[in-house]
């Protein structure tokens, strides 16, 4: 048998079922004819104890204030209990749907018609009852998962707070060479590391690293990375006690230590590591799998990439790199970035698979404006670039630029020196004299 709640005006005698309910029920047909209880209005607002264990309910009222009938109404919703709305000049016929689960039953509706819609509403009291049930767990469910979601992202943003405290603060300032940054993550953390110092006072070492994969294992790698990226070594017959590292002793150091430390399972990366002498201007670079540097000549504005040889690290024990000088000139500017690029600037081409294609080569044409201007300002443009793209707000991949800019007014020495020492060669050798 269910339970059936009346609700009547606030002040009305509850001590008998009303008469108008009793010769609704009189019509009730088969077993399971509720057992009903009486309440007022203004009773079940102060103690909303009293709809538990209610199977359905019937708004009955003859003279009801707005705000009061609203508010059992929506109690009864927020429970999920069917009911019956009586109520003098309403708008409502029988059967209507006031709002969820509230059934309009008019004033003068023929009894044997409105025990109709009341079974109808008793007859749904078990699954309600079972979904309500359902409801409470998934609420319970809910609330824990909320509790361990809003934990997951406390740690994840003390997590990228502790990854880029490992980034530098300040870049360092050696003349005629500045060093510009842009840094993405696509998310909390990052799988993208870089890094510049100033190794000693004529030379500048700067690298950026790609683990591969996203998320915390990849930003806890780049961790890993940039404590173990070494620049110098013990020489006790050099000034200092220490001699710098080329980028390749670095890079191969740096793939030993990582495959020592894997046990078994292997964890990747890519890295790209230079090292300039600010006194001729002369670039060395290492790469281990990572996109070729791109050198924008600011004389003639040409583009040239530095591709020395290396594998990933963590990969091939043994594995030799190689490395590539260059000779730097006043005005140029050069960019280690990671391969997130590749996705950042969306391409409109379809593939022969009839998709649109997501990785391409779009970047290279987009990085030729770095060359334009001040290399800051540059950076920034690039970044509102990146904005105005589509998919900007779901980044695909993590984005670092490190810009290395010589200023057009450099006067270095050693630039000067070696260009007067390759003219003398040139004029000795028209000597026939000389060997």
């Not at 992202?153 to 005629?176: G, H, I, N, W």
């Not at 230590?257 to 964890?267: A, E, L, Y």
């Not at 379809?350 to 997501?358: A, C, E, L, P």
Request: aromatic share 6%; with cysteine.
């Amino acid at each position: 048998m269910g339970r059936m709640l009346v609700v009547r005006d606030a002040g009305v005698a509850t001590d008998a079922v009303p008469a108008g309910v009793q010769q609704v029920l009189s019509h009730w047909r088969g077993p399971g004819r509720p057992h009903v209880n009486v309440q007022p209005l203004d009773r079940v607002l102060q103690d909303p104890a009293i709809l538990d264990g209610v199977e359905s309910a019937w708004v009955l009222l003859d003279n009801p204030s707005a705000s009061d009938l609203f508010a059992v109404v929506a109690e009864c919703e927020e429970r999920h209990i069917p009911a019956l709305l009586t109520r003098p000049n309403g708008p409502e016929t029988l059967g209507e749907l006031h709002q969820d689960g509230i059934v309009a039953c008019p004033p003068g509706t023929v009894p044997e018609d409105a025990c109709v819609v009341l079974q109808t509403l008793l007859s749904q009291a078990p699954t309600l009852a079972s979904m309500r049930r359902e409801l409470k767990v998934l609420s319970a469910q809910q609330a824990g998962l909320c509790a361990q979601i809003g934990k997951l992202d406390e740690e994840l943003r003390m997590a990228a707070q502790l990854q880029r405290e490992f980034l530098p603060r300040d870049l360092p300032e050696v003349e005629p060479v500045s060093f510009h940054v842009l840094y993405r993550p696509a998310g909390y953390v990052s799988g993208d590391i870089y890094d510049v110092v100033q190794l000693d006072e004529h030379h500048v070492g700067f690298f950026v690293a790609d683990a591969v994969g996203h998320g915390v294992p990849a930003a806890l790698m780049t961790v890993y990375i940039k404590r173990s990226l070494r620049s110098k070594k013990i020489d006790a017959n050099a000034p200092g006690g220490f001699t710098l590292m080329t980028p390749a002793e670095a890079l191969a150091r740096l793939n030993a230590d990582m495959i020592s430390t894997q046990n078994g399972k292997v964890r990747f990366a890519t890295a790209c590591y230079g090292v300039l002498d600010t006194r001729d201007l002369k670039l060395t670079v290492a790469r281990a799998g990572h996109p070729f540097p791109m050198l924008l000549r600011g004389e003639d504005d040409q583009v040239e990439t530095i591709e020395p040889e290396g594998g990933l690290l963590g990969v091939f024990e043994d594995e030799q790199y190689e490395q590539q000088t260059v000779q730097l000139q006043p005005g140029d500017r050069l960019l280690l970035y990671s391969d997130g690029f590749e996705c950042a600037f969306p391409d409109d081409e379809v593939g022969k698979n009839g998709k649109r294609k997501v990785a391409n080569e779009n970047y290279a044409k987009e990085f030729l404006d770095l060359g334009n201007g001040d290399a800051g300002e540059a950076i920034k443009r690039m970044e509102e670039n990146l904005d105005g793209q589509a998919g900007s707000l779901n980044q695909k991949d993590d984005l670092t630029i490190v810009c290395l800019a010589i200023a057009k007014d450099a006067a270095v020495d050693g630039v000067e020196k070696a260009e007067a020492t390759q003219q003398a060669l040139r004029l000795a050798r028209q000597r026939p004299d000389v060997a």
